[in-house]
């Protein structure tokens, strides 16, 4: 893994229409096709499934593609199979993964990685060059370590946890308290930093270790390139984070929360369940679960 980007490999496998909708409980219309990869709707051949979204009916009737996961049913006869679906781009995405994508399952340590000898590991990890990872640290399978990422002291990673280039977890976080006689000194920072199963990281991101207990990045997360979580960060499951987001000490969020970017959340500040914040917002107070707040500071619209 020598180049900044961390890709897939489509698999070339063979599947039939009706076993991709039985798959995705959809149903299932017209001549049964073999498909062996995926392509968009107007690029796509007859061995080769896509999706239909509202509005593009008539890219539909266009299209070459073997197999199309679609909202869309023209009167017009198609020569392609159609699988129904209310949210075709969500299937394709998880037929696309299910089907057709594969990730690289062999061993990989560079030479160039630094490993602490008391870190551990699990099965067909990709550690790439200048990896460093230090002491206590436990990482599951099938996890992909980007070039240059560095990993603190006591950080656990789970499994399947892709981490882009240049990011950094488990370093000691922005804290300082002025003291009587008039010292700026660094406050503990003696936890740990929990990364949950399946969270994807772009480049250079940072999760800074908790000062006492853990922060922690809740399973299913996917985070863009240059978000910063600040000690005792706590992210829930499944949430989504544009570029450019920065998360201060002891803020919170709920799962499936959808940040946009250049987002700053302040200290101590919760998100909840399913909300979402616009790009270039300021979270000074909470947001409800299932608000849309914006601004700056955020505030929630209809």
Known sequence: MSTNNIR???????????????HLTREHRGKEKLVSGFAPLDEATATKLSFCQEGYEQELLESNAGA???EVHPDA?????????STPQSDFV??????????PLNQSIHPSATISSD??????????PSVTIGPAVTIGDECMLGPGVTIGEKVSIGDRCILGTGTSIGQTGFGYQLTSDD??????????????????????????????????IGEGSKIHNLCNFAHNVKIGARNMMSPGCHFAGSSTTGKEVRIHPHVVVGSHTSIGDSAEVGANSTVLDDISEDTLAVGSPARPID
């Open 8 to 22: 897939f490999k489509n698999t070339g496998r063979e599947v039939k229409s009706t076993e991709i909708a039985s």
């Open 68 to 70: 199309v996961i679609t």
């Open 77 to 85: 006869p198609v020569d392609c199979a159609l699988i129904s679906s």
């Open 94 to 103: 998880r037929a696309v993964h299910d089907f057709f994508i594969e990730r």
């Open 119 to 128: 870190a551990t590991f699990g099965d067909n990890c990709v550690i790439g």
């Open 183 to 216: 010292r700026v000194m660094n406050k503990p920072h003696e936890g740990s930093v929990v990364i949950e199963d399946d969270v994807h990281f772009g480049v250079n991101c940072s999760v800074d270790r908790a000062t006492f207990q853990e922060t922690r």
